[in-house]
């Protein structure tokens, strides 16, 4: 079946301009995960999703960065008035649990480059 | 706090084996192995719950001490599609305790790079 794709695959932004990132997840799956990746580190975790609630966004740089999930399916992950330091990729996983077992599957990721 | 992987980087010849740490100073509740490619989304591989639990699949397999909060991940008879770069994300057992999912902290990860 499908993955989790993200759209789009790269964005050149200036300084100052917004930003809207999307992720489809993969069909059914409850949970939906924002990540942000700088070159050479780890995903770092951003915001969590389920169904429509977002339970938590402790991961949120600054209140420049909002996501929503408004039909608990597709989300958006939107940064207003960029900075050099958002630049990185942003990955959004989804994930079902099922046996006490929840497994992340990882789209393939925004380029952001802000300059 | 981020887990701790341990080697940064190793360099294999086509064929051999490789171990790779991960550690945390919190209670885990779970360790989830990832392998990226460079470019591309991080691909999963296992997912261990505490209990110390040992999985394993074809070549790759994985073991979670939770009394030490380590996890190990073996691979054996290594091959050139195993290059890239392996993550491990933890969930702790103080998140997990509320219910649903939780997001991962993941360490910096680890380069294996094999040469035929």
């Known amino acids: 079946g499908a993955g989790v794709s993200q759209s789009p695959r790269y964005k050149v932004a200036k300084r100052g301009q917004d930003v809207a990132l999307r992720c489809d997840p993969i069909s059914g799956h409850v949970s939906l995960f924002w990540y942000q990746q700088a070159l050479g580190q780890g995903p770092e975790f951003l915001t969590y999703f389920q169904n429509e609630a977002q339970l938590d966004k402790s991961g949120l740089p600054s209140d420049r960065f909002f996501a929503e999930r408004p039909e608990g399916s597709v989300s958006t992950l939107k940064i207003q008035r960029t900075q050099q330091e958002d630049s990185a990729v942003y990955l959004c996983?989804?994930?079902?649990?099922?046996?006490?077992?929840?497994?992340?599957?990882f789209g393939p990721g925004t380029r952001l480059l802000v300059l | 706090q981020q887990p701790v992987q341990s080697p940064q980087a190793v360099i294999l010849r086509e064929g051999e084996d490789a171990v790779i740490n991960c550690s945390s100073s919190?209670?885990?509740?779970?360790v989830h192995w990832y392998r990226q490619k460079h470019g591309e989304a991080p691909v999963f591989l296992m997912i261990l719950l505490k209990g110390g639990e040992q999985k394993g699949h074809d070549k790759i397999s994985a073991s979670f001490n939770e009394k030490k909060q380590q996890s190990s991940l073996y691979l054996t008879a290594s091959q050139l599609s195993y290059s890239g770069t392996y993550f491990c994300g933890t969930s702790s057992d103080l998140m997990y305790s509320g219910g649903g999912a939780d997001g991962l902290t993941f360490g910096k990860g680890t380069h294996l790079i094999i040469q035929p």
């Open positions: 996983a989804s994930s079902v649990l099922a046996g006490g077992r929840e497994t992340q599957y």
């Open positions: 919190k209670a885990l509740y779970s």
